[in-house]
């Protein structure tokens, strides 16, 4: 199974239940966890693994020959993304609006355009008991996450087989990056807390997987704290709540010190149990 951990914001513990959850499970299974918030991966502050593999990214651009360009300007009018303008006598090249269409490339009469490589990021696996952890980061100024984010999730299809439990650690918010790390998924947790900010963003989330046609349920983190309208309205919109994380200042002593929970706080590992048979379940 794939399944998806995201939020409609950041900061409501999309972290914490990935790492505790991918943790508690590889006790007796073999799990797969893989962070692909790319931009600023954490993951990897929970789970202290040995580093098995690591790989540079790459993704492909264009690259202007002035020499054989006729400059027909074609290549200005097939990209949709700016990445490719024509000025003057002189073609440049966005590296950074670039979504590696080719579509400049293969429609330049003159093969004016070739796609050259260009380093977008790096890949790390680890290795811990049945836990396998990988963690992909952008370099410094690269501004596209999809790219990315696809190809870690390609390693990782190609890499482990059906049978073994994939946890995707996916970005905040509801945008292109959540949308690639989230549209395979077989199931969606969807982490929130009980605040009026976190229902507000909670209603954007579920939008967004109602919009790719994914099943879901909803986490509580931090729950005690503010009201119960993200309960009243999972109830009225028939929307599970698989599990209720408690507020708790211990947690944030252990998290705030890169520890799991689970161990320490018996709590927490109950609602880890819940969600555990709630996904045995959907087999």
């Known amino acids: ?6 939020s409609g914001k950041g900061g409501t513990g999309k972290t914490t239940i990935s790492t505790n959850l991918a943790s508690y499970l590889s006790e007796n299974n073999k799990v797969v966890l893989v962070d692909l918030d790319v931009e600023e991966p954490n993951s990897g502050l929970f789970i202290k693994g040995k ?5 540079e990214k790459f993704k492909m651009i264009p690259q202007w020959v002035q020499s054989t360009c006729t400059l027909c300007g074609n290549c200005q009018k097939v990209c949709n993304f700016h990445a ?7 073609i440049l090249v966005f590296p950074e609006l670039c ?6 490339s ?22 811990k008991g049945n836990l396998s952890f990988i963690e992909s980061r ?4 690269e501004e596209q996450a999809v790219p990315l984010i696809h190809q870690t999730m390609k390693y990782v299809d190609e890499k482990f087989a059906d049978d073994v439990l994939k946890i995707y650690d996916s970005p905040p918010g509801t945008s292109c990056p959540v949308i690639e790390a989230t549209k395979n ?20 989330a579920i939008d967004t997987m109602y919009e790719l046609k994914k099943d879901f349920g909803v ?17 009225h919109e028939n929307i599970p709540v698989i599990a209720k994380i408690p507020d708790s200042r211990k947690i944030a002593e252990l998290y705030s010190s890169g520890n799991l929970l689970y161990d320490d706080i018996e709590e927490v590992k109950t609602e880890l149990i819940k969600i555990e048979k709630f996904i045995t379940n959907l087999n």
Not at 84 to 90: F, K, N
Not at 226 to 234: K, L, R, T
């Open 51 to 55: 580093l098995v593999i690591e790989q």
């Open 84 to 90: 490719v303008i024509q000025l003057g006598t002189m």
């Open 138 to 141: 952008l370099v410094i100024g």
């Open 219 to 235: 986490i509580i983190n931090r729950s005690g704290v503010g009201n119960d309208n993200v309960e009243s309205y999972c109830k």
């Open 106 to 127: 293969e429609l330049c009469p003159t093969e004016s355009l070739p796609m050259i490589t260009k380093k977008m990021g790096d890949l790390k696996e680890y290795k």
């Open 1 to 6: 199974m794939k399944i998806a951990i995201a």
């Open 185 to 204: 998924a077989d199931f969606v947790l969807l982490v929130t807390e009980p605040t009026p900010f976190g229902l507000h963003d909670l209603k954007l």
């Open 99 to 104: 979504h590696s269409c080719y579509a400049c």
